[in-house]
């Protein structure tokens, strides 16, 4: 089966744009996950969908950060606009059901000039 | 609150000789537990995990790990090193009850293997 694929794998652009990530979780796969990576940090949560409903979402920094995941499958992290300390590692990660081990994409590394 | 220690961001060792990656968790309530590798340019891969049962745990590539409940541990261990083992490896731990399943990762300890 295809992995969790995440779209772009690197994105650069300046101070105040817009950035939208997508991430097509495992077909079959209710729960999804977006995770973020800040650089010398540790991995950290942002927020959960079960379906296309916001499960958990307590890790969002704040509101310039927009999930959705429409119909339930792929799903869509916007960030607007954009500052520095946005930069890092964004990982998506997908499950069949929420007790399952996490299956994580390759990650799309932003870059905020 | 859960979180997760992992002791030494830097491991070095030689081809063959014993891994040793060291993990501690905190956590109010039984947690699962997991160890993650991830090789350059790639995503996460799980090695292994603890939900419940056992307490030695095998995953791939010859790697296990321990839970140990008195000492909130959860180390990660491999007899003999192999060059292709040099990668990033993080320790994540997650609540074993409710409804949301999110991991809760360590600072990521980079495995170094010397020929």
């Known amino acids: 089966e295809a992995g969790v694929t995440q779209f772009p794998s690197h994105s650069v652009i300046e101070k105040g744009q817009t950035v939208t990530l997508r991430c097509d979780p495992i077909s079959g796969h209710d729960n999804l996950y977006w995770y973020r990576r800040v650089m010398g940090k540790e991995i950290k949560f942002l927020l959960h969908?079960?379906?296309?409903?916001?499960?958990?979402e307590s890790g969002m920094p704040n509101n310039r950060f927009l999930a959705e995941r429409t119909g339930g499958t792929y799903s869509t992290l916007k960030v607007q606009p954009a500052e520095l300390e946005d930069s890092g590692v964004y990982f998506c990660a997908s499950s069949r059901q929420g007790d399952q081990p996490q299956h994580f994409g390759d990650g799309t590394r932003l870059s905020i000039l | 609150a859960q979180s997760v220690t992992q002791l030494g961001s830097h491991v070095s060792v030689s081809e063959g000789a014993l891994v040793l990656l060291r993990c501690n968790y905190s956590?109010?309530?039984?947690?699962?537990l997991f160890w993650y590798v991830q090789y350059p340019n790639q995503g996460l891969q799980l090695l292994l995990k603890?939900?419940?049962?056992?307490?030695l745990v095998k995953g791939i590539n010859g790697f296990e790990a321990e839970f140990k409940k008195s000492e909130t541990s959860f180390h990660l261990t491999k007899p003999s090193a192999h060059m292709s083992d040099a990668a990033e490896y993080f320790c994540a731990v997650r609540r074993s009850s409710g409804n949301t399943g999110k991991l809760i990762f360590g600072q990521g300890t980079t495995l170094q293997v010397k020929p």
């Open positions: 969908f079960v379906k296309e409903s916001k499960q958990d």
């Open positions: 603890y939900t419940t049962g056992a307490t």
């Open positions: 956590s109010s309530v039984p947690p699962y």
